[in-house]
């Protein structure tokens, strides 16, 4: 399993890396002071697991938590020893850790984490949005999060007309809006499902809903023309014959 | 009285004098720093930041070992969050307390 660690004190996650170094089966891909960082990391890779602490004073564990869905399972830490009925109110929690922790619970929660893997493995891999019991969850997980001048920003994905390589960065178009964002366009499309967005040339992704006319070699989205490349173009024509 | 002490840095290290060495490094960096935090914003009165340091300070006490104190560090941290703070003194005194031991490591 490959996991995070996500705690404001350093102290608190070297003792969570170390009895993660002794774990064969835990791979820690990156350790964060805070929630923004880690839904910065969040936003450009996937993890299995999460090691969270709740309290931090900038975008708390609680508030990383609401931007998560159910395929990141999240082992919670915390020295707030009265929060763990709150903390069952969400689904991807699958233990409860109070500081100081101890290597003998620390194994007990990854091997029921390991547990929830497996289980979540065998049941059917189109399960995801059914599973949604809130619309704010149904929310986030029909969004991204982009980082714009150290502000969060959801974007719909519904919202967004088509992203664009312009360097270092992307600009990402919705209706009414442009952002300016530093990424690549490769990072940003594993943050897009398909089939709706669908790159159709190599600094354009598009959202399929909203083309309004092709011709041979572009298409219309808003008043933008964008190219479509020679290589993209029979993904996209086999695309429109589905239809 | 109650006295800090390494059981718990010890039971982490589980014999890797490397983590250790490490581990005690991290704690006199942290804990003067959460300190002199917590100082600022208790002289000041912010009795919503206070919570919140004193709320990483507990972590702090417990991992030397300070089970009484942690117990203290609960109760002023929930008076703090309804502008109460008749604990700073006694607090403060812990706090001293463990730093003197911290150095000493």
């Known amino acids: ?243 | 009285m109650e006295m800090p002490n390494t059981n718990y840095i010890d039971s982490v290290a589980g014999g890797d004098d490397a983590f250790r060495t490490k581990f005690i490094a991290i704690l006199k960096t942290e804990y003067p720093d959460e300190i002199a935090h917590y100082k600022k914003v208790q002289s000041a009165q912010d009795f919503t930041s206070t919570a919140s340091i004193v709320h990483k300070l507990k972590h702090k006490l417990n991992v030397c070992g300070m089970q009484e104190a942690y117990g203290l560090a609960v109760k002023y941290e929930e008076e703090l969050k309804v502008q109460r703070d008749r604990h700073h003194a006694e607090f403060v005194k812990i706090l001293d307390q463990v730093d003197e031991f911290i150095k000493s490591l």
């Open chain 1, 1 to 243: 399993m490959t996991c995070i660690i996500v705690d404001d004190e350093l102290a608190s996650r070297v003792v969570l890396e170390k009895f993660c170094q002794d774990q064969p089966q835990i791979e820690v891909k990156a350790m964060l002071e805070n929630g923004i960082q880690a839904l910065k990391y969040l936003n450009d890779n996937k993890v299995d697991l999460i090691f969270l602490d709740l309290h931090m004073d900038m975008f708390s564990g609680v508030d990383l938590l609401k931007t998560l869905d159910n395929t990141q399972k999240v082992i919670l830490f915390t020295s707030d020893k009265d929060f763990a009925s709150k903390s069952y109110e969400y689904e991807n929690i699958v233990d409860y850790l109070v500081k100081p922790l101890t290597k003998e619970r620390f194994e007990k929660a990854v091997e029921r984490a390991r547990k929830q893997f497996i289980l979540d493995e065998m049941e059917s891999p189109s399960q995801d949005s059914s599973t949604t019991s809130t619309d704010s969850m149904e929310q986030v997980r029909n969004s991204l999060y982009i980082n714009i001048d150290r502000r969060l920003i959801n974007l719909q994905f519904k919202e967004i007309e088509y992203v664009e390589a312009e360097g270092d960065y992307v600009n990402v178009y919705t209706t009414t809006e442009r952002y300016h964002v530093h990424t690549s366009l490769k990072k940003i499309a594993a943050r897009l499902p398909e089939p709706t967005f669908m790159q159709i040339h190599r600094s354009y992704i598009i959202n399929f809903n909203k083309i309004i006319d092709i011709q041979d070699n572009s298409v219309l989205i808003g008043k933008k023309v964008i190219p479509i490349s020679r290589s993209n173009r029979p993904a996209l024509m086999q695309r429109i014959n589905l239809l």
